[in-house]
């Protein structure tokens, strides 16, 4: 399964904003812990190690070493 680059949700502002709010009174560790989570079950989720690589990669492109 390659990485879907065009957009594939519904309603992505509502996503957004879920994804902020649930950030809302935690501390930078607790923050850092709930994406780690949330990584994890979205990577299960997906189930294709490839897609996932891929997913990495794009995340990463751009950004300082």
Do not use: C, T, W
Not at 25 to 40: K, P, Y
Not at 45 to 54: F, K, L, T
């Amino acid at each position: 399964m390659a990485l879907r680059r065009d957009l594939n949700l519904a309603r992505p502002d509502d996503v957004y904003n879920l994804l902020v709010d649930a950030h809302k009174g935690l501390d930078e560790a607790q923050s850092r812990a709930f994406d780690a989570r949330l990584i994890l079950l979205l990577a299960n989720q997906v189930g294709d190690e490839a897609a996932i690589r891929e997913a990495i990669d794009a995340a990463r492109a751009g950004l300082a070493p």
